[in-house]
Each structure stands twice: as structure tokens, then as C-alpha cells.
């Protein structure tokens, strides 16, 4: 079996764990084992966004340092991938580990970019008969420059009815710390987002990342909508065996 | 106290609820949006075109000094005016005392922001003169009192029911809302202005250092008249506008119109080098251009962010930005709103008063997408945060929050124990039902969001127990 480095983000770690899991699932299944270097802990993105580099810099330097040796890493989320392959050159520069993170970097993918166009596949034998509209999240979208990725991967599941979102790069409002200090603001693109989920006719909304997810899914059971949410590798986790009909971390 | 910021945050909430704002934006975008869709297919290649103007306007403003002295000496040799205004102070004075010498008593102007960046209406009217905005959106806001809501579109959160009973209220005797019947309206009134007025001030789209000429670009054809008909013709213009020959604007025209309205080009094109001269039938017998610097120079002595003067003012991030949509464009409290507004109006006025704008966003980079000369946006609003932070310019509750957090992440011992520590509190809220409440510590997320469903165990517990898992 080939190898994979799993680059899981705090906040998957915390609150999203089974996304980490699917991920996992999916890429053994594929024929990758992973493994999880467990010193990691935060890419230092929410400093970094707040503009506190200084804060985000030793945790640039720390995750260069434990990631340093794998040949892949693979991260279920586009924004912290994002914040490595994009930002860590630019936040190090002028330092001894610039050029390391820069091609460390070359090195990370998000989970459908690694499935699609590193592994090459994209039937992972999934099964989900449920109608699935995918929202794409900004820094897959626009950074990484992923739109295909996950819609030629759920295309390829079997019973899955893939339905169009409307404005569905149309940012969801998360943001990071935007979402807190500028709650107002961050909700109202939120509900725009639930309301657009709930017109597209889908039971299930996806996305490359579960960090948007988490934001959307807080407003749409808020509003007691009946879309919900679900993290792709989720999706792509499932099989025809009965005990995976689970939700990503459905317990209290 | 009331600052920027919190009146900001004030306004910011109020409008976010209003769902009838957010629709009628939703629908002037809408329009806009297929619109420009339409005009950008007719182009080769978009892409090209924007390389391309990205370049027009970074050879320009890399060569800022070079090519303002050309202008100026071609628009002198022409018998025209220049005059460099350090300051809005400066630029205001030189035309009230421009007005008064000339005893002007009517002022028609046509669609301007820098004259809005430098408060002159408010300037004029107060030494008594009687200004006309002749921009059809900008003489519907001038009407309500009202700054521009939108650098392009000025009245675009206004339907036409309240643009008609406005027109009611304020010119009388109206009685549909046919906007051809309200275009008729506003122009018989405006008739009357641009044949009294003695000025006309315009801004320009353009400086064209080659042939020394402004370039001015309307729809309505009232910069025309502005500058036809009053004996003044007043015009003001950023530093920045300037673009080396007349040939750029072979671009340059249509990529503005494309990107500001999904127009192949705008109506009214039009280039003004100078007075009247000599057995000429009709243009202005005195000519100046007001040159603004406002804070520009320091912008651009700043290699990182200097790419920010490329702005040709299309409007195009504003109505990608999901945050104006939002907020709407009166919100943001300045001249120049969404995301170019917070990108450049911490250079303008200052970090100290305006840095909330650069946190404002979340960073989604659908401006960037957008912008027709390429500027970096929503990075560049980045760059203003870790300016804010290292200028000190934070609360310091915040920096000591980071630090405590930094101190935190070094360690994945102390990682963990914070989050064992934060997803015991969210079940702690959940469990004694204050959720969302104000005695909910977490009520800045729970306000608007049912917490997340709280796993008992973390992704890394659940991996050690249990290696691989599938």
C-alpha cells in the first residue's frame, strides 16, 4: 500500500472527527494507508487571517517541520491546504524554511484534488441514494482552483442524485473569525446560503470543506431546515454495507 | 462614543435583517451579472484583456511622475489650468476660491466620487451656491439627501415606486412611476440648471498624458453638458488616473464598460484638452484640472500594496462581494464601499479609524475574480490586517488572545487539553439550555447558529484507539 500523510485541522480534530475518519476510510479503500503524525495541532491560519503573522509564523515553522518527510499530505479541508500551499511561502519568507514550505506545499492537496488528480481515481465505489447539491467553498474554489474535483467524484457514486445550487460560489459568509466578529453579517450569508440549499431541492448540502459546513449547518438547523449537511469523504465513505448510514458526528 | 467602527457595526446589523434591501440588491446584481456575462463572451479572451490592462495601468502609475508632468504641460500649452492638490483642503479651496472670484452662483456636476472623496458640494453650498448633481442616480440621491450608495450605480438600492414619490415629494406633479415618464422628469429640471450654471465640475475616468486630455465616460450624456455649457469647466481627478497614451484606451474603454455596467462601451465617450480656443463654436472659456494626491503618493511609495492606484472604478467587486450585498453599499460609511473601499480607504484616512474595513470581509476573493486591471483585493485586505497588528492598532483583549492561543498550538498536549476544554463547554451550554441566550458564553456563534452536534471524543482519540479505523 502506498502511504499518505493525514493533515487533519483543529477543527475537524474537535468537532468533526468522523470527516477525518472518512477521509481515512475512502483512501485505504483506494489503496493508501495513512498515517497521522500526531504533533500536529493548528496550520495558524486563524492568526494569520487576523493578521497576527507573527503569531501564525513558529506554527508555519512547526508544521514544515513535522510534515517535512511525507511524500503526500492529504487534508480534508481546502482553506487549511490553502493556507499552506499559498500562504506559508509568503507568511516565511525570508526565512531558513521558506523554500521547504514552499515545496512541502507542492506536496499537500485537498482530499478530492489528491483523489482526482493524483490518485486518478474517481469511482470509489460509494453508494448514497440522496440528492446531493455541492457548494463550492472559496478557497477550494478560488486559491486551489477546485471545481470538478468533487462533482466528477460524485458523479461516480451510485443512487446519488447530484442537483444544482443556485449562486453556488457564492460565499457561505464562515470566514474564521469573520463568523464571530462580524456575526450579523457572516449569519445573513449563511441564511442566504441555507435559503439557496433549500430552493435547490437537495437533502444533502456538500463541500470541500467542513468548516464552511459547520457554519452552514449551524443556520440551517437554526431555521429548522430539513437540507442537511455532509462533508464529501462522508459521502464518498459509504458503501452498500448496512452499518454506513451514519452522519458525520451525531453524538453529544 | 461613536466611531467609524461601531457605526459600522451598527449599521451593518440592522441592514443584514433587512431582507427587502438584500432582495432588491439581489435583483440590480442579478441584472448586472447576466449583463456582464453576456459582454465578457464577446471578448477574445478576457483573461488577455485584463493581463493587458493590468499592464496599461502599472507602466502608468510606475511612471506616475513622468507622465503628470506631460499632462500638465500639454494641457498649460493649451491654455488650461493645473492645479496639485496635496490635501482634500487644498483641492477644495482652489475651486470655492475659484467660484467666488468668478461669482458663481449655479454649479452643474456630473458623476464624481474624488469630488465626494474631498467634500466639495458641502464646501460650495455653503458659501451659497446651488450645486446639481446631473448623473441621474446621483441627482435621485442628492434628492434624498444621501451619499452615493454604489461608486457606479448611486441609487441602485432605490426601486422606482420610491424613486417616483420622492420626485413626488421634492419636484411635484408626478404622478406615475414609468421610469421613462421619471428620466423626463429629472431632465426638465436638469435643463434648466445646466443653462444658468457658470461651472461645470466633472471628474475624470482618465488622464491621457500623451495628448494632455481627460477622458470622461457617461451614459447619460451630462458630463457633456457640463462641459459644454458653463463658462468654468472645474475637473477633478486622482493622481492615479493617469495612462500614458491615447491608444490604451482602445482597452481600456471597453473593459471599463464591460466591468462597471455589461456595456460593450458606454454611451458618452469623451476626451477635453483644453478651453474654448479661438473660432471654436461652444466648450468652457476656462478650463482646470484639480490633481488630488490625498494619501495616493504614500500608497504608492508602498511596493507591496502599490498596485492598489491601478483601480479604474468599475464597480465590479462591489457587486461580487457578498459583504456589500449584504450590508449595502451607505454601511460602509466612506466614499468608496466593498472591497476596494476596504482595501484603500485605510491609506486614505488612516488605519487608527478605518482598519475594521479590512477585517469586514471573509476573505472569499470573489472580488479579486472580478477586478478588470487584476488587483490582488481580498489579499491586499490581508495585508492591511497584519499592518494593523504590527502598527499595535488591535484591542489589546486580542493580542493577548493570539498569544494564549499561540502558547496553546506550540504543544499538542496543551492543543488538546484546550479543545477537551472548549467541547466541554459546548455541551455544558447545550446541556443547562442557555444556548443562544445571553448568558451563553459562546452566544457570539450561538446568536445566529445551533451549536455543532459535540463529538465525546477528538479525531486523534478516536485514531489512537482505533488505528486506521476502516
Redesign the interface.
Known sequence: MKKVALF?P?F???????A??DV??VL??IGY??E?P?????C?Q??????????AK??AE?FVRIFRKAEAVVCPSGSCTTMVRNFYPELLAGTALCEEARLLGQRVFEFSEFLVNVAQVTDVGAVFPNRVAIHDS??GL??LHLKQEPRELLRHVRGLELVDLPFS???C???GT?????????????D?KAGNAEASGAEFLTSTDPSCL??I???L??RKSKVRTIYLASILAQTEEPARTRQP???? | MTTPASEF?RN??EK??DLVH?QIIRRAIDHYNQAVERRRARFLDWEEARRQCQDIKREAVNHLDRYLLEFEQRVRERGGQVFWAETSEDARQYITDLAVRRGVRTIVKSKSMVTEEIHLTPALEKLGMRVYETDLGEFIVQLRNEPPYHIVTPAMHLTRVQIASLFKEKLGDVNSDDPQYLVGVARRELRRAFFSAEMGITGANFLVADPGMIAITTNEGNARLCTALPRIHVAVAGIEKIISRLDDLALLWPVLATSGTGQPITCYNTLIGGPRKPGEVDGPEEFHVVLLDNGRSELLADAEQREVLHCIRCGACLNAC??FR??GGHTYGTTYQGPIGGVLTPHLRGLDEFQHLS????????C??VCPVKIDLHHHL?H???????AAK?PWV??AA??L??W?????GR?ALL?WF??KAM?MV?AVKIEGTPLDPLR??T??????????????????KNR???
Not at chain 1, 458526528?249 to 453529544?252: F, M, V
Not at chain 2, 477585517?359 to 470573489?366: E, N, V
Not at chain 2, 492591511?384 to 504590527?390: E, H, K, L
Open positions: 487533519i483543529c475537524v480534530d474537535q468537532l468533526a472527527p468522523e477525518g475518519l481515512a476510510r485505504r479503500r494507508d495513512s497521522f500526531e504533533a500536529q495541532t493548528c495558524g486563524p492568526a494569520f487571517n487576523t493578521g497576527y503573522w507573527q503569531d513558529p506554527l512547526r472559496c478557497h478560488r486559491e460560489e457564492d460565499c459568509g464562515f470566514g469573520f463568523a464571530v466578529k462580524f456575526n450579523m453579517i457572516s449569519a445573513a450569508m449563511g442566504t459547520l457554519h449547518d449551524g443556520v438547523r437554526r458526528g451525531n453524538s453529544r | 457595526l451593518a446589523a443584514s435583517a438584500r457578498p459583504v449584504t450590508v477585517y469586514a470581509s471573509s476573505l472569499c476573493g470573489a479579486t475574480d490581508l492591511n490586517r497584519r499592518n494593523a497588528v504590527s488591535r486580542e493580542r493570539f498569544k492561543w499561540r496553546s498550538m506550540l504543544n499538542s492543543y479543545g472548549g467541547r455541551r447545550h457570539p456563534w446568536k445566529y447558529h445551533a451549536l455543532p452536534r459535540v463529538p465525546s471524543n477528538s479525531f486523534r482519540a478516536m485514531w489512537r486506521g479505523a476502516s
